[in-house]
C-alpha cells in the first residue's frame, strides 16, 4: 500500500474517527484504526469502533497502491497532529515476519514521510477489525438538516450520563408524516421539541401541510411512524459532524432491530439501539397552571450565572421568589461556606398565590442555553410540581425541570 494525502485531511479526519476508539479495547486490535486506501476512487477511508459505536469517514487522496492496514489510533494522532502542513506519505513495508506487501497488514512497519521527517509504525492484522454493520431489512427515513440540528440542540443536555440507567442515556426520536419528535429526560428533567420536517410549512403549526415532507419520506423509505432511542453518545458525535460540514442534502437514518445507522456526506456514524420502553414522557408535563412568569431569557441567565459562583457545591440549589405586586422575581443563593447572593429582575407576573421554588442551578442554566428566544414563559403550580419553560415565538420547546425540596 502507497499513498499521498495532506496533513490537514488526514489529521481531522483522524481526530473525527478517534472518539469511537476505547481507552481500554478488550481486543488489541479495537485500538487501532483500520486505514483504506482505494486505488480506483483514490479515496483514503478511515474506520474505529468500541463495538457499540462505529465511526468511518472517508477523504480524497492520491492513492498508488491500495490496502489495508491498522495503526495504533493514539500514537497516530499524536504524530500526524505536531506534523506541519503539507504532504504526507504513507507506505506500507515489509518486515521479518511479513510475506509480502499485500499482506494484510500483521506483523508488517508503515513508514510515515512528511516535510520534516519520517516514522515507521507497526500494523495489526486487518482482517481482525470489525466490519461496518449494514441494515438489510428496516427502516429508512430522510432527515431536514436544520431539524435535526434544532432537535440535537435542545435535547441532548437533557440525557443521563448514568450508564445505570441505560434508556435514559439517549434521545427518543418520534417521526411521523409531518412532523419530528426529540426527547430526552434523566429523570429530574425533561427536554421536548417537535419541529416540522417541511419547514417552509411552519407558520402552519404542527397541522401544515405535507408538501417537501412527503418528498423527503419518499427519498428515505417513508414510513407512518418511526420510533427509536439512539444513545447521546453516538448523537453528539453526528452533531460534531454535522458542524463540521457543508452538507447540502438530509441526513439519512437507517434501522432495524438492533442498531442505526446515519449517512452524512462520505461519513457514517453507527450505533446499537437502546433497549427497553421509554418512559411516556408527555404523562409527565401538567397542561394547567395557577402561575405564568415572562422574563428576558438573557437577563434570567446573566442573573443566574453571577449568582451561581455562590451556590453551594453540595447542593448546587437556588432559590427563586415571584412578587406579583411588584412585578419582579428574585433569585438568592446561600452557601455556609462561601456566603450569600441575591439577584432581582422584572417579569411579566400572572399569579394567585405564587410559591417560593428552588432548582438545581446547573439544570436551570441548561435549559435556558437551549431556549433560544428573547422571552420565555414559566409555568408552575406548588412549589414540589415540576416547572415548564416555553420560549415565546421559534422552536416549539418544551423544557421540565423538577424542583427542589426546601428545608428550613
Known amino acids: 500500500m502507497k499513498l499521498i494525502c495532506s496533513q490537514s485531511d488526514l ?8 472518539r469511537a476508539v476505547p481507552s481500554r479495547p478488550t481486543h488489541p486490535v479495537l485500538g487501532n484504526v483500520l486505514l483504506i486506501a482505494d486505488e ?10 468500541d463495538l457499540s459505536l462505529w465511526i468511518q469517514t472517508s ?41 509480502s506487501l499485500g499482506d494484510t ?9 512528511s516535510t520534516s521527517g519520517r ?18 431489512d428496516g427502516e429508512s427515513v430522510l432527515f431536514p438538516l436544520e431539524a435535526l440540528n434544532e432537535g440535537l440542540r435542545a435535547t441532548l443536555f437533557a440525557a443521563s450520563n448514568e450508564e445505570g440507567k441505560q434508556v435514559l442515556t439517549g ?52 414510513v407512518e411512524k418511526f420510533e427509536v432511542t439512539i444513545p447521546a453518545r453516538a448523537l453528539r458525535e453526528v452533531e460534531k459532524i454535522l458542524g463540521m460540514q457543508n452538507q447540502e442534502e438530509g441526513v439519512k437514518l437507517e434501522a432495524d432491530d438492533s442498531q442505526v445507522i446515519f449517512e ?17 414522557y408527555h404523562q409527565l408535563i401538567p397542561q394547567t397552571f395557577t402561575n405564568q412568569v415572562t422574563v428576558d431569557r438573557r437577563q434570567f441567565q446573566s442573573a443566574l450565572e453571577r449568582i451561581s459562583v455562590l451556590a453551594d457545591s453540595k447542593n448546587n440549589v437556588v432559590r427563586c ?35 417560593e421554588i428552588a432548582f438545581n442551578v446547573k439544570y436551570l442554566m441548561d435549559g435556558l442555553k437551549a431556549l433560544s428566544s428573547q422571552e420565555i414563559t414559566i409555568n408552575l403550580n406548588a412549589a414540589t410540581q415540576p416547572v415548564i419553560f416555553k420560549p415565546l415565538g421559534g422552536l416549539k420547546m418544551t423544557y421540565l425541570a423538577m424542583p427542589v425540596q426546601l428545608r428550613d
Open 171 to 222: 434521545v427518543h426520536v418520534i417521526l411521523s408524516a409531518d412532523a419530528i419528535e426529540f426527547a430526552a429526560t434523566d429523570g429530574h428533567r425533561l427536554s421536548v421539541v417537535k419541529t416540522l420536517r417541511d419547514r417552509s410549512e411552519e407558520g402552519d403549526g404542527e397541522d401544515g401541510e405535507d408538501g417537501e415532507a412527503e418528498e423527503a419520506g419518499e427519498e428515505g423509505g417513508e
Open 264 to 280: 452524512l456526506g462520505n461519513r457514517r456514524v453507527v450505533s446499537r439501539k437502546l433497549e427497553g420502553a421509554y418512559p411516556q
Open 105 to 113: 497488514g500483521e506483523g508488517t512497519l508503515v513508514r510515515l514521510i
Open 11 to 18: 489529521n481531522s479526519n483522524l481526530s473525527l474517527v478517534g
Open 321 to 355: 421568589a415571584i412578587d406579583n405586586e411588584n412585578q419582579e422575581i428574585f433569585l438568592s443563593v446561600e452557601s455556609q461556606d462561601l456566603g450569600s447572593g441575591r439577584e432581582a429582575m422584572s417579569a411579566q407576573i400572572t399569579s394567585d398565590e405564587p410559591p
Open 59 to 99: 477523504f480524497p487522496a492520491q492513492v498508488e497502491i491500495g490496502g489495508k492496514i491498522t495503526l495504533p489510533a493514539k500514537t497516530l494522532n499524536d504524530i500526524i497532529s505536531r506534523l506541519p502542513e503539507g504532504e504526507i506519505t504513507l507506505t506500507q513495508e515489509e518486515s521479518d515476519t511479513s510475506t
Open 119 to 136: 516514522y515507521q509504525l507497526r500494523s495489526l492484522d486487518a482482517e481482525e477489525f470489525p466490519e461496518l454493520p449494514t441494515v438489510e
Open 40 to 49: 480506483q476512487a483514490q479515496t483514503v477511508s478511515l474506520r474505529s469502533s
